[in-house]
């Protein structure tokens, strides 16, 4: 249907058949009546003109858009996708090392912790321990990575809280007790490999299960033995099994041996700081080689000397 136009009669559209050329192909002329004056207009075209027009016309039509959709597109997807795969490298990057720096702080927070509870053995606050735990509670499990390492946050910052809390403590107590400190033993008796642990053992002369009450310590004969806390020589001399022995009273019940010497350099009733060389490696007594056996007991009850010893074996 084609719109009438202002001033004009009619539009009129007749279909003709050409049929000198191509008999089987019709012809279709357009004419255009213009108002009475003017001159007729007319446009002859085959269905296979009109065809192909029009299919020209609609193949570049599609193209068009298609050549302008991909360029549009195409490259802004392509400019956001590199860009989003750089900042997620970045964030991948940044995850991983705040994950390390979590895992880095906690084995120093752990260390930290192991410190503070043999200076707490020191000061006599036994309730200072590396195995207490800040409560804490939820109803949902963690599920994303982000998400734990939030938590970790928060549970190394309640944990560092509460070692703040116990470091002050700890000061306050060191201060009050300061001389009573610096007689408990506190350092290995010698440099040495540590070789035998305190407790049940077999026994390596009858080979029957024995009960071990202290440490031994392998070292070269004649390497000096310190005395690990300040005290009074109890004992100086050849004890039953230890050799040649030294016992030292640290007060508060505390008091510690030390077996199998070669040499002793300090008499019954001298006052010794910690520190001071008290003898000298040996294998008197009841041993199979050189070493220092060392015993710490508490109110006559042979404890683990480990417990005492704040320095490292070397």
Known sequence: MWPTLSG????????????????????HT????????????????????????????AALTLGGLLAVFSLSFSDVDEEQLQQLQAENETLRGVNQGFETSIRSLETQVQDYQQRIHKLAIVAGLSELSPASEVGIGGSEPLLDRQSVLEYDLVQLQATVDGMDEGMELLHVKLEEHQTAISSIPAITPAKGLFTSSFGWRKDPFTGTRAFHQGIDIVAPRGQEIYATGNGLVLKAGVMRGLGKAVYLSHGQGVVTRYGHMSKILVEAGQQVQRGDVIGHIGSTGRSTGN????????????????????????
Do not use: M
Not at 10 to 16: A, P, W, Y
Not at 19 to 26: A, D, I, R, T
């Open 8 to 27: 004009c009669k009619r539009i009129e559209v007749n279909t003709l058949t050409d049929q000198e050329p191509l008999p089987e192909l019709k012809q």
């Open 291 to 314: 070493h220092v056996h060392y015993e710490v007991h508490v109110d006559g009850k042979a404890t683990n000397p480990l417990a005492y010893v704040l320095d490292d074996f070397n």
């Open 30 to 57: 357009i004419i255009f009546v213009p108002h009475a004056r003017a001159k007729f207009r007319k446009w002859r075209f085959s269905t296979l003109q009109a065809g192909i027009f029009f299919g020209s016309l």
